[in-house]
């Protein structure tokens, strides 16, 4: 079933459970809230089509009402926490449907069991999407959840706790309401004593969470000075970087890096962590997270480097872990050994440059922008760019892989680039980066960028839009500001530059930039009129026109929506505080300035001390009014937020009504259409009635025909029996014909391996016995030679008693006769000890061979047996030597 279907068949499914809330329509409607769920359509609410956005209305709307059924509300709140997936999902389920009150309506009426499990279910879909949120109490309910969530910190269930804390930390944070409720309650020391307990708890998730609640009630208390000290702040930020790289889960991750985040807004704060002595091994530590493969992760590592860039005594310090990681010092013993350590963190970062730019994580835009500032940083005057130098060469061909490559989505890609153009902006204000960057860009890369740029400002792309617009211009306006700065070092770059700068589509997004809110796109749109002015073909004329229609727009649209634009145009808390203060100021300059004027008079500090009061005074009656201001346009905003309700659900009744009167017409056409076909129903009765008569009579024909038809089947089962006994015994006697065949193959095999052993053993024994014969032919002929030499012997000694003078030289031949002698006799002695052991050798063979041709006549007759036993024909087997 497709997604369309699904939905389709949910709204019935609510409509019917709305008609008759029934144990059966709540089954119905449960089965089709699980069968969306396991669509898995996490971006649905986002999709912007209208009959998804009517189902979740109209499940809000069921989880809000008190007869809803638990199983109902539980499946409701489980389809609900899968879609709140991305920002956009839990912005629409928040403003336009009103969700959080939804549910904390849903909790104060289950507050007298906070174990239930469909609290704890609507504790985490709160916690869900109140995160990096800030929550308006504009109804009575969230006043009454604080309480809850108050009520059950305290209580001794970590089950219900941990969830309550976690909602309370996401509640309180920037929000100066809820804050300021959660000061003026009776119970709230109470409150905090339990806080500071929980700092002892084993759970590092109940730790963050304490800690980012104490930060947001009493950072600028004296609770939160005693707390945050001199004393503890060390300890603080060693627990916090021990959270953020050994944490278990991303979830206590994220508190982690949030809470270290809200701390660093603090200057006091800011100061001790610039002097706390293990930062540059916690930041290495926190460098080596990037190498991880989570997208979250990675996006709040980056969300908490930029934070820390924010603050200029750790600037210089994250230049030098990123740049010089091999200077960094490393902590001892702070939990897991992974690889963090063996790659540097510049390709860790540069790796998150290619994530995609859309997204609740986009690493690649936070990358980029931590990379801006930390070259800012390294390339400056107080920099060292010889640090840098090896990094920018690595980054260099990553940046600009972005720029040569068009992204499928015109806006992501505009957003990528407008990021990379003022990294390489950097990149040019030193004098050998900007070198390096020279040999890597070419003029025809600026202009084929340029091109893409201009058409996406100009609506060529299917998707453009004024925002659109806006961004591709930003982005255009970066990439002529990037040839400006690079028109005298790379070749063909100035005549691009000059050539894009008469272009008639520059006015465009000149325009934009020159009118716009931005100072830093109206002083480069400023530069590149200059650069343009002198041109011959500059579109001037057309600049002027673009120009005064974007004022003209804008007033336009000012005077239709005076309402949404006072709303928007409030100035935040600082701007005022900072507008107060200069007005302060400037009063007590007047008054200074008058009282030099009459120094004589003798009342000139009562004047003082009394004007002194009064300006306390105007400041906090300034305060007080700036706090009415923030809860009016709060108001005004929650009060357009119920109009566009009301009027979107009158659109609705009235569509329902237009679809009721549809369905009624169509009743009635259906009505005439069921009386015709009534008509020719009752004719066809009349005839069915004759017919039904034959059926009767075919009917006791057939009867009989069963009858004999049950004889028959009764044979043809005894049949089959019988067939079935036979096919089970030809089974078997197959099985076991297989069987034999197995061991007839297996053991001729054997008889192959003897034959071919017996082989072997007979012609080994015929090489032995060629080898006896051949020492016996050396045995006789050395008999022989020692009969010859033993005549000789005989015929020496009858020539002695001839030749007696010759005695000596004849007893010196008869010793080396002896000698030769004794040789041959040994030789003699050894040939019959290796004759001897032939023999016996030849004995054992003729033995071993015997016991094979007993073990051969048995294999015989055992394969004469199995042939005989499955009908073959054996031919005999002839075994010899």
Known sequence: MDGTTCLKALLLAMQQYEAGRTAHCAAQLVKQVEEVSALKCELLLSSGQPLPNECVRGLAELTGSATTCPTVAAAILSLLAQLACDDDSKKILDCNLDLVGILASLVYRYSATPADPLVLQSLQLLQKLTYNTRVFPSSSHVYKLIDFLMVNIQSHSDDIMLPCLGLMANLCRNNYAVQSHIKSLDNVKSFYRTLIHFLAHNSLTVVVFTLSVLASLTLNEKVGEKLFDAKNIHQTFQLVFNIIVNGDGTLTRKYAVDLLVDLLQNPKIADYLTRYQHFSA????????????????????????????????????????????????????????????????????????????????????????????????????????????????????????????????????????????????????????????????????????????????????????????????????????????????????????????????????????????????????????????????????????????????????????????????????????????????????????????????????????????????????????????EAKAVALSQADRLIAQCHFQQARAEAEARKLAGLLKEAERRREELRAELGAQLEEARRSEADTEELLRHNARLQLDSEEHQALKAAYNSLLDRFNESERLLKELQTAHADLSKQYETLKKNQQTLQTQHDKTVSLLREKEKEITSLRSDVRLKDQDAAALRGELRAAADERREQERQKRELEDALDALKKELNKTEQARKDASIKVSSLELQKSQLEAKLKQREDQLGKHSAMIAMIHSLSGGKQNEVNLSL
């Not at 190498?291 to 310090?317: F, N, T, W, Y």
């Not at 591709?472 to 691009?496: F, I």
């Open 282 to 629: 916690c930041v290495s530590q926190v460098l080596g997270l990037l190498q991880l493969k989570d997208a979250d992760s990675a996006a709040k590592v980056l969300e908490l480097l930029l934070a820390m860039c924010a603050v200029s005594g750790l600037r210089p310090q994250l230049c030098r872990a990123l740049f010089k990681p091999a200077a960094a010092p490393k902590l001892r013993a702070i939990g897991r050994r992974q690889a963090e350590h063996k790659a540097e963190p510049g390709p860790a970062l540069a790796q998150w440059l290619g994530s995609p730019v859309g997204g609740a994580e986009a690493c690649s835009l936070k990358a980029l922008r931590l990379l801006d500032q930390l070259l800012e940083e390294a390339l400056g005057a107080d920099g060292d760019p010889d640090d840098a130098r090896s990094f920018v060469e690595m980054l260099l061909p990553v940046l600009l892989d972005f720029v040569k490559g068009a992204d499928n989505n015109l806006r992501q890609h505009c957003e990528r680039v407008t990021h990379v153009n003022d990294v390489l902006l950097v990149m040019c204000g030193e004098a050998t980066t900007r070198a390096l960057l020279s040999h890597h860009v070419s003029a025809q890369l600026c202009l084929s960028q340029v091109e893409t740029l201009l058409a996406g400002c100009h609506g060529d792309s299917p998707a453009a839009d004024d925002a659109l617009s806006q961004v591709c211009a930003e982005a255009l306006l970066g990439t002529l500001e990037l040839m400006s700065k690079l028109r005298q070092q790379v070749k063909d770059m100035e005549t691009s530059f000059y050539r894009a700068l008469q272009d008639r589509r520059i006015a465009t997004p000149l325009a934009l930039a020159l009118t716009s809110h931005h100072r830093k796109r109206v002083r480069t749109g400023l530069a590149l009129l200059l650069e343009a002015t002198p041109l011959p073909d500059f579109p001037s004329l057309v600049l002027a026109e673009s120009m005064a229609a974007n004022n003209a727009y804008r007033q336009k649209e000012a005077e239709l929506s005076v309402k949404r634009v006072a709303v928007r145009d409030v100035p935040p808390p600082g701007s005022n505080a900072s507008a107060s203060s200069s007005g302060v100021h400037s009063l007590a300059e007047k008054l200074h300035n008058d009282l030099e004027e009459r120094a004589e008079d003798a009342h000139v500090s009562d004047i003082i001390d009394m004007y002194e009061q009064k300006i306390a005074a105007l400041a906090s009656k300034e305060s007080r009014l700036q706090d009415v201001l």
